[in-house]
């Protein structure tokens, strides 16, 4: 059974960068077809998709982020990795780590990790 | 404000039906495969049907999902308190480049 498990800060102080790492066990990180993904959730709201990056490094990220955000993927070690920077207080959320399988119009994130809230504060 | 637009709460009582509606335009839905997920209090989301209609292995056939033009459905029947939950639509979105959600919708056992 593919499992996901995040790390990193749980704080991080505004206009810094938050960094995340998403472990990947019990799978390959370099299928066909899926794409390994960032979501995130601000407290007491909805889901918002950050990006997605395939094992070639190929990346899509959201055009509301794209100037902050980095993803990069290692193969090696079966991790992914998110930066964004010059963060604040509206990027407090729980960060979810995600495969998603994307193939011709199919879309759909079948494995979350359990999420890391990171809270953005001096 | 989400691409996709979801109603933010339904109810019903135990062992009725309910449907949630998921609404989109010809850049997301009307062009691309549905998919909903399961957001139990405090845990993370969790995948209940994908390409508008097919359940992934372990998901009862309770849940069910349709599809027509821009619009979405997921129909969940005998309910119980156990399904209190979010639930979630979501799809690419061809114009936009970008993955999309809706904005959940909040399930209420009475």
């Known amino acids: 059974q593919l499992q996901l498990q995040e790390s990193g800060p749980g704080l991080v102080k505004p206009s810094e960068t938050l960094s995340l790492t998403c472990t990947v066990s019990?799978?390959?990180?370099?299928?066909?077809?899926?794409?390994w993904t960032w979501i995130r959730q601000p407290p007491g709201k909805g889901l918002e998709w950050i990006g997605s990056?395939?094992?070639?490094?190929?990346?899509y990220y959201s055009p509301s982020l794209k100037s902050r955000v980095t993803m990069s993927v290692d193969t090696s070690r079966t991790q992914f990795s998110l930066k964004l920077n010059s963060v604040t207080a509206a990027d407090t959320a729980v960060y979810y780590c995600a495969r998603l399988r994307w193939e011709l119009l199919s879309y759909s994130f079948e494995y979350w990790g359990q999420g890391t809230l990171v809270t953005v504060s001096s | 404000q989400s691409v996709l637009t979801q109603p933010p709460s339904v109810s019903a009582a135990p062992g009725q039906k309910v449907t949630i509606s998921c609404s989109g335009s010809?850049?997301?839905?009307?062009?691309?495969?549905v998919s909903w997920y399961q957001q139990l209090p405090g845990t993370a989301p969790k995948l209940l049907i994908y390409d508008n209609n097919k359940r992934p292995s372990g998901i009862s056939d309770r849940f069910s999902g349709s599809k027509s033009g821009t619009s979405a459905t997921l129909g969940i029947t005998g309910l119980q308190t156990g399904d209190e939950a979010d639930y979630y639509c979501?799809?690419?979105?061809?114009?936009?480049?970008?993955?999309?959600f809706g904005g959940g919708t909040k399930l209420t056992v009475l």
């Open positions: 010809s850049s997301n839905i009307g062009n691309n495969y």
């Open positions: 019990g799978g390959s990180i370099s299928g066909n077809s899926y794409y």
């Open positions: 990056i395939y094992y070639s490094g190929t990346t």
């Open positions: 979501g799809t690419w979105d061809g114009s936009l480049n970008s993955g999309v």
